[in-house]
C-alpha cells in the first residue's frame, strides 16, 4: 500500500479561536480586551498536536489584551507565564492578534471545533457580538465540538438554539466562578483601584447561569478546570487553556 493511499493519510485537525475585540469596562473605565494565556495555551496545546489554528475576533482586526494578562506587565501578575512570553516576541505567531479575521467570515464547515477565549471584554461586548453568537449556535447545532474559556463563557448568556431555549439550560458547565470574581473584587478594593460599592464585573458568570438552568461547577479558586456535556466543553478561568484544549484534543480522538 502506497504512503499517498488517502485511506491511510491522516487528515490536520482545524481549529478557530475567538478573542475579544478591545472595549472600555463600564463598571471601572479601564480598557479591557482578551487574556492572552487563554489564545497562547490553547494554541500550544493544539499546534503541538499539528492542528491548525485560525484566530478570529467577533469585529476582526487588531486585538488588544489585558494588561495583567501580559508576561511583561509592571504588575508582574502573569510574569511566570512562558508559553504566552514566546508567542508575543514571536513575531509570525504576534501578527495572528494584530490581523484577526472577523467571526462572520468563518465557514463552520473548514473547522472541527470553536474555542471562545476570555478576558476581561467579553462581559462588556458578547451581548452585542450577534455575528460570534449566531457562529456559536449553529456550530454547536452541526454536532461540532463548541467551547468556552473563563470570561469568554459570558456568550453562554446569550445564545440560544433552535428550540428557542437557551442553549446552557440543563447543561454541566463551568466558567469565572463566583469565588475568582470574590477575589479580583478584594484585590481591587484592597488597593484602592476601586471603591468598595463597585465591582469588576457588571454581572457574574456563575449566577447568571445557575438562573438559566445550566449546572455549573468548579474546582476552586485558581485551579486548572475543564469540563465536557455532549459537544460544549467549558473551562474555568485563565489557568484552564491547557486543560480546556486537552479536553477539546480528547472529543476530537486525538
Keep these: 500500500m502506497s ?3 488517502p485511506n491511510i493519510v491522516k487528515r490536520i485537525k482545524r481549529v478557530a479561536i475567538v478573542i475579544a475585540n478591545s472595549t472600555l469596562s463600564t463598571t471601572t473605565g479601564w480598557p479591557v480586551g482578551f487574556w492572552w494565556s487563554e489564545l497562547t495555551h490553547p494554541y500550544y496545546e493544539f499546534t503541538e498536536k ?3 489554528v485560525e484566530i478570529f475576533s467577533p469585529d476582526g482586526g487588531k486585538c488588544e489584551a489585558d494588561a495583567m494578562s501580559d508576561p511583561n506587565d509592571a504588575s ?3 510574569s511566570s507565564d512562558l508559553i504566552s512570553q514566546g508567542f508575543i516576541h514571536t513575531e509570525k505567531l504576534r501578527s495572528l492578534v494584530d490581523n484577526t479575521k472577523p467571526i462572520a467570515d ?3 464547515d473548514e473547522f472541527d471545533a470553536l474555542v471562545v477565549a476570555g478576558g476581561q471584554a467579553p462581559m462588556f461586548s458578547f451581548e452585542h457580538a450577534t455575528a460570534l453568537q449566531d457562529k456559536f449556535v449553529a456550530f454547536y447545532e452541526s454536532g461540532k465540538i463548541t467551547a468556552a474559556l473563563c470570561h ?3 456568550i453562554l448568556r446569550y445564545v440560544k438554539g433552535s428550540t428557542g431555549e437557551y442553549l ?3 447543561k454541566t458547565v463551568t466558567g469565572f466562578a463566583n469565588v475568582e470574581e470574590d477575589f479580583a473584587d478584594n484585590a481591587v478594593w484592597e488597593y484602592g483601584l476601586l471603591s468598595r460599592d463597585k465591582h469588576v ?3 457574574r458568570i456563575e449566577d447568571e447561569l445557575k438562573k438559566m438552568g445550566a449546572n455549573f461547577v468548579q474546582a476552586g479558586l485558581w485551579r486548572g478546570f475543564a469540563i465536557r456535556h455532549g459537544n460544549l466543553i467549558t473551562g474555568q478561568q485563565n489557568f484552564s487553556g491547557a486543560e480546556t484544549a486537552k479536553a477539546i484534543i480528547e472529543a476530537l480522538g486525538e
Design 76 to 78: 508582574g501578575y502573569s
Design 3 to 5: 504512503l499517498k493511499d
Design 201 to 203: 464585573m457588571p454581572w
Design 152 to 154: 469568554g463563557v459570558a
Design 50 to 52: 499539528g492542528y491548525q
Design 106 to 108: 468563518l465557514n463552520i
Design 168 to 170: 446552557v439550560k440543563g
